[in-house]
Structures are given as C-alpha cells and as structure tokens.
C-alpha cells in the first residue's frame, strides 16, 4: 500500500534528492556576537583581517593594552555600575568594563528615547549579565569617562 504521488514536490522527497556539490564560501563576521565570539576564542595577539584581536576587543585579558584609555572602534565586554545605572533625563547607561575588573567608567548616550527604553528594560531583566557593547569610543575629562553614541540595537548584546 504505497501512496500515490501527486505533486513533483513529494516525488522528489520520496526519490530522496541530494545536496548540491558547488563550493562551499566563508561568510564575513556579521553581526557584534560573531564578532565577540571569535575574538574570544582566538588569542589576542592573533589577528583578523590585518587587526589584532586585543584592539578589537576590551575585556580582562586585552585590558593591559589599554594604559591610555579605550578610543577609538571597540568592542567592550561590561557589566552594569552599581548602584544605580541609568538616567532616564539624560537617556544614559552606566557600566563598567573590563567585567571583572572594572577599571574604566563607561556612558552609553541615546538620542532616541524609544531605542534607550528598550535597551534599559531588556538590561533591567538581566542586571548581572555580562553586557557587549559595539561603539567609537571617546573620553570625556567633565565627566571622567569613556562615552559612545548608541544609535541601534545592534550596538548591543545581552549574554546570558
């Protein structure tokens, strides 16, 4: 009792089609936890596309290479400063970075209000994990941090 096949679609399933055989492409890192896990499974004297991986990341261990500050495009493993923050006038987020160290003060600034509700409350959620952050970051003497302008949420990841 073998049904009968009606459509070309379910007699191709039945013949059992095979994969095609052309070459297979290496993707370009794409997205800020693609890039954050590749920097954290290679060494940070090793390189990616002619940059060291210690420069593409700050966390404890590339956080020596760092003596003058973080400047520049980074990506930054934190976590949140305690005990408060953020500030809702200013649409600011305060961390800290590396995660365990805490050796820099670092101010994420939102001109979208609607992007820094989000952000905060998904990060509200999950206070005491482990933030990454994508930015150009700069110094401010006024306020004795590093800052970064964050314009979309790709900016940032929760690891949970």
Not at 34 to 41: F, G, P, V
Not at 121 to 135: E, K, L, P, Q
């Amino acid at each position: 009792m073998k049904p009968i096949s009606t459509s070309k679609k379910d007699s191709e399933r039945q013949e059992g089609k095979t994969h095609g055989t052309g070459d297979s492409k290496l993707k370009p890192l794409r997205t800020i936890h693609q890039i954050y896990e590749m920097c954290k499974l290679n060494h940070i004297k090793d390189t990616y596309n002619g940059t060291l991986i210690g420069y593409m990341l700050l966390d404890k261990r590339s956080e020596y290479l760092y003596s003058k500050g973080i400047y520049g495009f980074k990506i930054v493993e934190c976590t949140r400063q305690k005990p408060n923050f953020y500030n809702n006038e200013k649409k600011e987020l305060f961390l800290v970075a590396p995660k365990d160290i805490h050796r820099f003060k670092l101010i994420l600034q939102f001109e979208n209000a609607a992007l820094f509700t989000k952000l905060k409350n998904s990060y509200y959620s999950n206070r005491d994990a482990t933030v990454i952050v994508a930015g150009n970051w700069s110094y401010s003497k006024e306020r004795k941090a590093f800052l970064t302008e964050i314009n979309s949420a790709k900016q940032f990841k929760i690891l949970k």
